[in-house]
């Protein structure tokens, strides 16, 4: 099983739906979440972090359950330029770093 | 600032031959990594540090060497190419005081085919 698993997609949504982003984690000793964005052939960046309180950037809205070991994010009113792979990524433990994402799901936004 | 700068960007390797990825950051950044992504499977780390002169293996190491003699640069050596070493190869750094909270910032990647 792997540690950070992910929608397999691809998910294909008209432009202005709202799209789900489900993820999940095995290792509890996991200490910071995120979900980065990458663009066909490009380097992974930033979209957000998340935390258990949930947090909200424009469209975007991510969302943490330390119990269920569960991470999402939703979209709302899609946009042309929302297409590309979500990553989502935990990092584990303290001191040192282990980052494991996932494989990523691949978003197309159609108009 | 240039962020993070990987070198080359393209790469065939004949089987059996060595060669370096060069990774260097102007950020000041303690932590940087390697990770390669294959097709299907996310991003792996390779191998990481904490500092000059501290390096760790992370969780697919066997055929890659590396070592980090300054802060700026975290070079990655495949010590004899197999075409299992086929794959896009991404190095990041990031702040690390504190914790593991910080963005990684990624460089535009190395694409390398092994033939």
């Known amino acids: 099983r792997k540690e950070v698993e992910q929608d397999p997609g691809p998910f294909n949504v008209p432009e202005g739906a709202t799209v789900a982003f489900n993820c999940t984690y095995s290792n509890s000793a996991s200490q910071s979440f995120f979900w980065y964005r990458q663009d066909c052939r490009k380097e992974p960046k930033l979209l957000m972090s998340?935390?258990?309180s949930g947090n909200e950037d424009g469209r975007f809205t991510a969302q943490l359950n330390r119990a269920s070991q569960y991470i999402s994010l939703l979209i709302r009113d899609s946009k042309l330029s929302d297409s590309a792979t979500y990553l989502c990524?935990?990092?584990?433990?303290?001191?040192?770093?282990?980052?494991?994402f996932g494989a990523g799901t691949r978003l197309f936004v159609k108009a | 600032n240039a962020g993070v700068t990987q070198t080359p960007k393209f790469q065939v390797l004949k089987t059996g031959q060595s060669m370096t990825l060069q990774c260097a950051q102007d950020?000041?950044?303690?932590?940087m990594s390697w990770y390669r992504q294959d097709p299907g499977m996310g991003l792996r780390l390779i191998h990481y540090?904490?500092?000059?002169?501290?390096?760790d293996q992370g969780e697919v190491p066997n055929g890659y060497n590396v070592s980090r003699s300054t802060t700026e640069d975290f070079p990655l050596r495949l010590l004899s190419a197999a075409p299992s070493q086929t794959s896009v190869y991404f190095c990041?750094?990031?702040?690390?005081?504190?914790?593991?909270?910080?963005?990684?910032?990624f460089g535009p990647g190395t694409r390398l085919t092994v033939t």
């Open positions: 990041a750094s990031s702040r690390m005081e504190g914790g593991g909270d910080y963005e990684q910032y």
């Open positions: 540090s904490v500092g000059a002169g501290i390096t």
């Open positions: 998340v935390y258990s």
């Open positions: 950020m000041n950044h303690e932590y």
């Open positions: 990524v935990v990092n584990v433990g303290t001191g040192g770093f282990k980052t494991i």
